[in-house]
């Protein structure tokens, strides 16, 4: 059985570590592949390359932001199937928000985020 590919797109090494930790092992007993990106130029090569099952994205990424990511992602036919959650360390709004779900995000959640809070949310994406 293949792994199940998680992309965590975050330019903080610290929530890396973290959501890797996190994943490992841990989501329904299943072993995946973790890949990082650490910009936006990164983020959308991975993606393309590697096709993963979930991303996490930040929405402040260098290079290119988390939004227009998730909307690249989701207008192409090779793309559109990934599972994006998007992450935002900023005080959001529900404007916030509706921008996130109109580009394409399948979630959207403040960071920090409780972990186990993070790790329902990822099974709540892989089984959609």
Do not use: N, W
Not at 18 to 40: C, P, Q, S
Not at 47 to 72: F, N, V, W, Y
Not at 91 to 112: C, H, M, N, W
Request: overall charge neutral; hydrophobic content about 35%; proline content about 2%.
């Amino acid at each position: 059985m293949q792994k199940k590919k998680i992309l965590i797109a975050d330019d903080e090494e610290y929530l890396h570590k973290m959501y890797g930790k996190m994943v490992k092992g841990k989501l329904l007993d299943e072993d995946f592949e973790i890949l990082h990106a650490y910009d936006g130029e990164e983020t959308m090569i991975l993606a393309k390359t590697h096709k993963p099952d979930i991303l996490i994205l930040d929405i402040s990424m260098p290079q290119k932001d988390g939004r227009a990511i998730c909307k690249e992602l989701k207008e192409s036919s090779d793309t559109k199937d990934i599972k994006i959650i998007m992450l935002t360390g900023k005080r959001v709004t529900q404007s916030d928000r509706l921008v996130g779900f109109e580009v394409g995000a399948d979630d959207y959640i403040t960071k920090p985020c409780d972990l186990e809070y993070m790790q329902l949310r990822i099974i709540r994406a892989l089984r959609k």
